[in-house]
């Protein structure tokens, strides 16, 4: 991490954070971690959208999944390859269909019939990727109302057709006003196993633990199950966890005056 790349990244964090700002002064929650999260896939220096890693074949296999904690509907996109914004597509799918997830052509033919942007697959590629890694986002509207965003491109060399927790209602992402919202970073096999997303707000509601308990709760079985990793997650008072138990996590916050948080390390 050099100084110069690290700068790009934190202007890339703050250009996403006021893009969902922006629209969370007139818009919901949904609209806000939808605009945060196609910000980060446009930008090439994340693993989601514009800059994913690549399969063990070479190509990119990219997953997404939007959460409205109202009415907790869902829409989620998997294993797809051309699909410039895929947390869109996966708007379209709660908004426009009567599925949660879909997958591969299947999913690509549904967004190019709901006008999404589709892109040539040179467009994903970049020179320099980070491994694996995931970017998510999560709200608080001024109607009290949660929402919760996620996107990833995966693993580098992972198996083709493989589809990690960012995806799965439950376990990257996760979002309902009686709890908390949830986006998850991390080995994604342990955190489907562990439904992490899900558990933060099961904590909450059954156990009566505040944001932050249950968030470092839920991590602590990610790693008994060999996996790291982080989060972000809000509640329904405004309260921000952002626990991680890998080296860094790339991580920014807002709150209702403008205050903005940026950080990469502990």
């Known amino acids: 991490m050099t100084p110069r790349h690290e700068a790009r990244i934190r202007a890339a964090l703050d250009e996403a954070l006021q893009a969902g700002y922006r629209v969370l002064a ?13 910000a980060l896939e446009d930008s090439p220096l994340f693993n989601a959208g514009r800059g994913a890693v690549c399969n063990a074949d070479g190509a990119h296999e990219l997953d997404a999944a939007v959460m409205d904690g109202a009415s907790l509907r869902a829409g989620a996109v998997a294993a797809v390859s051309r699909i410039r914004n895929p947390v869109l597509a996966a708007r379209a799918v709660m ?24 892109a040539a697959t040179s467009y994903f590629h970049v020179r320099s990727r980070n491994p694996r890694g995931t970017v998510g986002a999560v709200a608080l509207d001024a109607a009290g109302n949660l929402a919760a965003a996620t996107s990833t491109g995966g693993y580098t060399g992972k198996l083709p057709g493989r589809v990690g927790d960012s995806p ?35 904590r909450m509601r059954y156990r009566g633990e505040s944001l932050a308990r249950a968030s470092r709760a839920a991590l602590r079985t990610v790693r008994r199950l060999g996996g790291d990793g982080g989060l ?35």
């Open 232 to 266: 972000v997650a809000l509640d329904r008072r405004g309260n921000i966890a952002m626990p991680f138990t890998s080296e860094g996590m790339y991580r920014a916050s807002i709150d209702p005056r403008g205050r903005r948080g940026l950080a990469i390390y502990r």
């Open 168 to 202: 799965i209602v439950g376990a990257g992402t996760y979002a309902d006003n009686a709890a908390c919202a949830v986006s998850g970073t991390g080995l994604g096999e342990a955190f489907m196993r562990a439904v992490l997303a899900h558990d933060v707000a099961a």
């Open 26 to 38: 007139s818009g919901t929650s949904v609209d806000a971690v939808c605009a945060a999260v196609a």
């Open 95 to 118: 908004e426009k269909s009567r599925h949660v997830l879909l997958a591969g052509r299947g999913a690509e033919r549904f967004a190019r019939t709901h006008g999404l942007r589709m």
